[in-house]
């Protein structure tokens, strides 16, 4: 059974503590994907990568890194967390760029104190 | 930036009524998808259509891309429960990451 793995289901910061979330897919898969979900505004894109070493912005990238070292893992870095970084953060991975279906992880929701 | 228009935003119908959900757009999308997110899980693919004028069926739920590739529709007949959700979609839109609608929230009351 495919599988997309987020750490952490959820958790709890404090306003500029450094905050990391993890992602791992058991498919091979090349492109995985960091979302964050918030209630009225749907998915929205933040990092995403095609390759291992390699990331691209999304939509809202700014307060966020990201880091793939390994093919089958993704992370997603707050480096000083701020209470409107809380949210439902969705990591997705696809075979296909851009195109194919995205299998998602369960999520991460993270509240920021 | 190409954008996905969702409606209605939120839907609460008995068990047993149909209900149709729209997603527009005034670009062309090469092929669209549709998810569906229960509570406390991430978005799993329902369908994905790829030509215009395209119907798919999956048991009650029935699919539609328009003919220009700039629209689609989920229809449910005799909604259930197990209906309840929050139904996404998204357009590939060429060599960009798929791009989504804000959702529809669906609620099936017994």
């Known amino acids: 059974d495919v599988k997309v793995t987020q750490s952490s289901r959820y958790l709890v910061k404090r306003t500029g503590e450094k905050v990391f979330l993890e992602c791992v897919q058991d498919?091979?898969?090349?492109?995985m994907f960091w979302y964050r979900q918030d209630p009225g505004l749907g998915l929205r894109l933040i990092y995403f990568?095609?390759?291992?070493?390699?990331?691209e912005k999304g939509d809202i990238p700014e307060g966020y890194s990201v880091s793939r070292e390994k093919k089958e893992r993704f992370s997603l870095i707050l480096e000083s967390a701020s209470t409107n970084q809380t949210s439902m953060y969705l990591c997705?991975?696809?075979?296909?760029?851009?195109?194919?279906?995205?299998?998602f992880g369960e999520g991460s929701r993270l509240t920021v104190l | 930036t190409q954008l996905l228009e969702q409606s209605p935003q939120f839907l609460s119908i008995q068990e047993g009524e149909n209900l149709t959900v729209y997603c527009n757009s005034s670009?062309?999308?090469?092929?669209l998808q549709w998810y569906r997110q229960e509570p406390g899980e991430g978005p799993v693919l329902l369908v994905t259509?790829?030509?215009?004028?395209e119907v798919k069926k999956l048991k009650r739920l029935t699919f539609q891309f328009g003919d220009a590739r700039k629209d689609s529709s989920l229809h449910i007949t005799a909604a259930q429960p197990g209906d309840t959700g929050l139904y996404l979609c998204?357009?590939?839109?060429?060599?960009?990451?798929?791009?989504f609608g804000k959702g529809t929230r669906l609620s099936v009351i017994a």
């Open positions: 997705a991975s696809t075979g296909q760029q851009n195109t194919g279906e995205l299998f």
């Open positions: 498919m091979d898969h090349e492109n």
């Open positions: 990568s095609y390759d291992v070493k390699m990331k």
């Open positions: 670009s062309v999308f090469s092929s």
């Open positions: 259509v790829v030509t215009g004028g």
């Open positions: 998204a357009g590939d839109a060429g060599n960009t990451p798929l791009v």
